[in-house]
């Protein structure tokens, strides 16, 4: 066991190493490119100072988790990384318009769900057969979640939902990478415990990752060097899902990735309170940005919200072994 576990420590801190290398000439790149972020001018006012931060650094790490996802991992994970590619390709679409027309505006809300779906569609039309279907039980088969179809439909929504609450979630810096951290490395051990190595592979590998992006991404005094941008935040949190679909973690998933389920419930409330009662339930969504508006520092919402993710990593961890 010891020697699986210095293993996977291995693969994660190889692909550390690989995305710090990596994503240096990445953002000498993106500077020369001018691949600059553009605020939204409704969102916070001290935000205005980060534009003019190159964004799209999260090609580095998708470069990184897809290589060695594709030559580690055995080829019934190849959906898994088409759809980590998949939303990957979505997010660099909508950057690439973001940055040649210098605004906060790139693909339409229709034209990102449209495209999400198509590709959330073919990897559960790939992985959902009888005898995945025949792993769901108890409270997942109470709704009836072991038919095709409406496993399906539950995997699509879940896959969607999870990168747009990822996205949501990357607001502030080092914020969705150092939670993703958490979430994926309490992903992994929960999935050595469940005998899916893997598994278990390919989420050290993203957590390796994505800490490695963290470098150029955490919190600073002025702001983060880099932004990992859509190319980023929607492969992470559709990657999240994607792994608790397939091995059959759905409700781990809720706490793993409470946090960012908060965020994204944060958007749907403040919407749904305005347009029903005109009123305001936050001082502004997603709800890292009402703690700012609180009066809190940036740094302090992050480090606040990476504990919170740590709680519910560990939280996942006990309820996994049944320790709760």
Not at 110 to 139: C, E, N, R, Y
Not at 292 to 317: R, T
């Amino acid at each position: 066991m010891q020697t699986l576990y210095f293993n996977l420590l291995g693969l994660g801190l190889l692909s550390f190493i690989l995305t710090v290398i990596l994503t240096y000439p990445l953002l000498l790149l993106l500077r020369k490119l001018k691949s600059f972020q553009t605020e939204r001018e409704e969102g916070p006012e001290s935000h205005k100072k980060k534009s003019g931060t190159p964004t799209m650094g999260g090609i580095g790490f998708v470069l990184v988790i897809s290589a060695l996802s594709f030559f580690v991992l055995p080829s019934r994970f190849f959906p898994l990384i088409g759809l980590f590619g998949g939303f990957a390709l979505i997010g660099f679409l909508d950057d690439f318009l973001k940055i040649i027309r210098k605004q906060n505006q790139g693909l339409t809300f229709w034209q990102k769900m449209f495209l999400q779906i198509m590709v959330s569609s073919l990897f559960s039309f790939t992985i959902i057969d009888p005898i995945h279907l025949g792993a769901v039980s108890g409270f997942l088969k109470l709704f009836s979640l072991n038919y095709f179809w409406v496993y399906y439909l539950f995997s699509v929504f879940v896959i969607v939902g999870g990168a747009n609450a990822a996205n949501l979630t990357d607001g502030l810096d080092g914020l969705l990478a150092g939670a993703a951290v958490l979430a994926f490395i309490c992903f992994g051990y929960v999935l050595i415990n469940q005998l899916l190595l893997p598994a278990s592979s390919f989420s050290f590998i993203v957590g390796g990752a994505l800490l490695g992006f963290l470098f150029y991404n955490a919190p600073a005094k002025k702001r983060a060097w880099l932004f990992m941008g859509d190319v980023g935040s929607l492969p992470v949190g559709a990657a999240l899902s994607g792994l608790a679909i397939m091995t059959h973690n759905e409700i781990l998933l809720v706490v793993i990735a409470g946090l960012f389920i908060a965020e994204a419930l944060s958007v749907i409330i403040q919407v749904a309170a305005f347009k029903l009662f005109k009123k305001r339930v936050f001082e502004m969504a997603p709800l890292h940005h009402h703690f700012e508006l609180l009066g809190w520092s940036e740094p302090k919402v992050v480090f606040m919200f990476w504990q919170i993710s740590f709680i519910l990593a560990l939280l996942g961890v006990l309820i996994s072994t049944n320790a709760l």
